[in-house]
């Protein structure tokens, strides 16, 4: 926390300097900065001794909210390091980093790098590496270099270690140093039923922890994909060509794994870490499961021109959070493609989808109604099956209005079809009708009028669909336009 006031004032971190908190009815020092820990000066003195041990400290009050916000900005930021990062209150971070440091040129260059690049953005960094998070804990903490523990070594260098290296409470370490227990040795290979009888089953969960012999779930700030690829890069990426280029292998590598699995991915985004700790990110979505890469990338390739790489970009992460089973079919020696089962057709409403939006493009199926504007929904993908056939024994307009439009209209009398109607201002001359065609309302949905539609054809030679709602001879019928025919 000291770290983060020292970055907007520059000129504290040569000074000595401390954050405060009222504790029981005292002014308490909750955090020290360096300087101030060199001449004495630690978390949990009163701020009236500890200005009697230096008359030039410097105090601000603690922000509690503020501690947890920046561990986890800086948790999200080492998410280039490994997948699992989780928050250590008040000021630690653990990393689960199996299978990572090889990327680095090894454990000892990876931890370094950590640390490197985390005090080059001016924060006081003490970190180490081991077989078990509670050993590394201890180890940063109060231990020394090595700061890479060597593998299976680790309860070694728990041996020398004072007891609050175990992450225990205050308590527990207090009747620990009174009964003369200064290090961990004097005591970690007590049975374990003496240790339980004095200090509890807490107790024996962190020590087990510290040993390997427990488990010790890290719950990382954002939750790892099942179906995640990441590239880190040597040097900054800050082209287009290198940005496209790491794509390409990411999704050669993820489109792999899904082949072999018989997956396909539905939604994917592709993540770039900046050097300056942004995020920049673009997401795709498709139609029907794929694993193509070089259709994947087309989806990917019109949005990649929104990605601000800035100084440049350092890890690049792509996810598939939605996957579904996509078997291979047999392909069929006589049969010709075609249909909605065609992944072809699939893969160009991607692509327009990707360019023109996907509320552009839209799929009807039939629905049970007899109003025309309820005989049919949208479809919510290119495999979802129709529960109704089409009705195809009556002629439809090419394009049907949301809503049905009043109009003025000139007829005979009582059931002929209009001879003159009126749309939006301009007169239409009709020269050719057919009709009527009477659709009712269902009674179980709601009562009302009925319609009774007409075909008609203007002098100009334009088709169109109206309905009289109502009877002729009831004086309150109405006219109305439903639609254009081709």
Not at 172 to 201: N, P, T
Not at 219 to 244: D, F, H, K, N
Not at 315 to 321: G, K, M, T, V, Y
Request: aromatic share 8%; glycine share 6%; proline share 7%.
């Amino acid at each position: 926390m000291t770290d983060w006031f020292s970055l907007r004032e520059p000129e504290r971190r040569k000074q000595p300097f401390v954050l405060t908190a009222p504790i029981h009815g005292r002014v308490t020092i909750v955090a020290a900065n360096i300087v101030a820990e060199a001449r004495g000066i630690h978390a949990g003195m009163v701020l009236a001794d500890a200005r009697a041990v230096e008359p030039t400290l410097q105090a601000l009050p603690e922000k509690p909210e503020l501690a947890n916000k920046l561990l986890h900005r800086l948790a999200e930021w080492c998410i280039r390091f490994t997948p699992v990062v989780a928050v250590d209150p008040p000021d630690g971070l653990l990393l689960d980093v199996s299978g990572c440091a090889h990327l680095w040129g090894g454990e000892t260059p990876y931890l370094e790098t950590i640390v490197k690049k985390l005090q080059a953005r001016h924060y006081d960094v003490q970190a180490a590496m081991a077989d078990t998070a509670g050993v590394a804990w201890g180890v940063a903490r109060y231990g020394c270099a090595p700061w890479v523990i060597e593998p299976r070594r680790h309860a070694d260098r728990l041996l020398v270690l004072p007891p609050e290296a175990l992450r225990l409470e205050a308590d527990a370490v207090a009747r620990m140093h009174k009964l003369g227990l200064h290090q961990i040795g004097q005591f970690m290979h007590v049975q374990r039923a003496s240790l339980r009888r004095r200090f509890g089953e807490h107790f024996l969960q962190r020590l087990g922890q510290a040993l390997g012999h427990e488990d010790e779930i890290l719950e990382s700030v954002q939750p790892v994909e099942a179906y995640q690829e990441r590239l880190p890069c040597l040097e900054p990426i800050v082209t287009a060509t290198g940005i496209a280029i790491a794509l390409e292998q990411l999704l050669q590598t993820l489109c792999q794994r899904l082949q072999q699995e018989q997956k396909g991915l539905r939604t994917a985004v592709l993540k770039g870490y900046r050097v300056d700790g942004k995020v920049e990110q673009v997401a795709i979505g498709t139609h029907r499961p794929s694993h193509n890469p070089r259709h994947l990338f087309k989806l990917f390739e019109t949005s990649l021109p929104t990605i601000e790489p800035a100084l440049g970009i350092e890890l690049f992460i792509l996810e598939a959070p939605k996957i579904e089973e996509q078997y291979d079919h047999q392909e069929k020696l006589w049969e010709g493609y075609g249909g909605l089962d065609d992944q072809r057709l699939s893969e160009l409403v991607d692509r327009l989808a990707s360019r023109l939006g996907t509320e552009v493009i839209h799929r009807y199926l039939p629905d049970e109604h007899y109003w025309p504007e309820r005989s049919f929904r949208r479809a919510t993908s290119l495999q979802e099956q129709s529960t109704a056939p089409w009705c195809i024994g009556h002629l439809r307009p090419l394009q049907l209005l949301p809503v049905p439009e009043r109009i003025e209209v000139t007829a005979l009398t009582p059931d002929h079809p209009p001879m003159l109607f009126r749309y939006k201002g301009q007169l239409h001359t009709i020269v050719r009708a057919d009709g009527p065609e009477r659709i009712e309302q269902e009674w179980w949905l709601q009562q009302g009028q009925h319609r009774d539609y007409y075909r008609v054809e203007d002098n100009a030679g334009r088709r169109y669909w109206l309905f009289r709602l109502g009877h002729y001879h009831e004086k309150i019928y109405q006219w109305f336009i439903h639609g254009f025919l081709a």
